[in-house]
């Protein structure tokens, strides 16, 4: 298929601010469970990047908290992962200084005496540093010590700091159903009141993410068709090519719909649903979404489809099937892949399906948006084709890529030249983000930590939108645990998903595998 690529003129880009005027102000991040994978990967990484940025304020200090007895060597094995996770060169000037900012203290989750001890920690690190009161809690801890963290953080008067806001930034999975995601929010609103509670969703930190919501209110050439008269079906596909990564025993509980499908996929999904909000403030945004989830009926369990991989290749590497993974039962029942078919059921999407999936060891990873529109209502060139490949007129597909290859896509059919038939081909335009703005080491926490730290909650979740996403798809969790499947493993690693995922699409379509609009 032919792409036109489209770039961006020098001289805009030049004119676009850098955000240097959001610098929040001094404070205090005490991350728990600062051991694990997220802190050295991700966040620290993403921190540091706001530190070469200018995006740091001067008094800033960073807290590990886990059970571990670490002392300094914690600052170093940061300092590793900066360099190895964050892209940073081992020799960048800023490195040294930033390191300085991080300590670590040993705390028992379910201790109140170490809470304590940790008051007075964070006292004597702000007068050290000329500290005021600002605090933000990180909770990357396993789901389990949540509510004992919050609850600890209350008792010790933790979370109203004197003289400054203090935050709670909460990781994911939130709650594992419905009723524990309001048990959750419960105890978390006993402590925190919800403009101080920040529920993390890592993919609205994605600038191709927060790119939906401008592809569609800062242009006006879309909003018009950007509804049932002219959008056939929407596909959200999160294609992974990886397995569960040593991650055995948290999947096990998991499963791809928890993990993947009913957080993630579902913020993509209100973003490219909902109704223009009237400012990019958190209240208006964030009651947008909360429309659109609402308005989704609940899902027919034919609608839902499940599968786990088998042993296969993937990227010409041969291996193992789910159930042969580390720490992984024999017999396990846990989905790797789940697909559902939902409708919206509001004046702007009645009869629009809107279908998600997501699977690990897929062929490809592609996370992506593809918005199929309604053929023309007579195709008049049809009969003036010869018989070429050409000649079946393809829809019209914009594919919005989240990752990989960010970018977005729109496929239109145009004449091949220099024959006398009428014969019509695929194309795309495509808009390739690096190519126009440069590659980014960003991963997507910078802005998420950022806008935390400013207080801004537009990117975070509310308690109702968690708990509406847990009531869509808790019947669904529950009717597949009541009956184990019996065809598992169902797909092979390195492939598609299973077949029952393309039944899926009734009316005649398919998925549309990978970018750009072509089938796999
Ligand atoms: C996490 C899931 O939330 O998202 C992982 O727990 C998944 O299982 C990951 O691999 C995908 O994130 P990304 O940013 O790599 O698409």
Redesign the pocket.
Known sequence: MATVQMSVRPEDLSQVPHGGERIPEAGIMVIFGASGDLTKRKLLPALFHLEQNGLLPANFAIVGVARRPLGDEFAADMRAGIIEFGDVDAGETKLDDFVKRISYFPLRFDDPTDYAGLKVELERIAKERGIGGKRLFYLATAPEFFAGIIENLGAQGLAQAEGGKTSVVIE?PFGHDLESARELNRQVNAVFHESQVFRID??LG?ETVQNILVFRFANGIFEPIWNRNYIDHVQIT?A?T?G?EG?GPF?EK?GALR??VQ??MMELLSLVALEPPSSFEAESVRREKLKVWQAIPSVPILDAVRGQYGPGTVDGQTVVGYREEERVSHESGTETYAAVRLEIENWRWAGVPFYLRAG?RLKKRA?EISIQFKQPPLLIFDRLASSSACQVIQPNLLTIRI?PDEGIALRFGAKVPTTPDMNVCPVNMDFDYAAAFGKSTAN?YERLLMDAMLGEQTLFSHRDGVETNWALYTPILEAWAAKKPETFPNYEAGSWGPECSDELLRRGGHWWRNDLGRKG
């Open positions: 994911k890592h993919y994605k999160a992974e990886l569960v991650r999947y998991a993990d993947v957080n993630h690990k996370t990752q997507g």
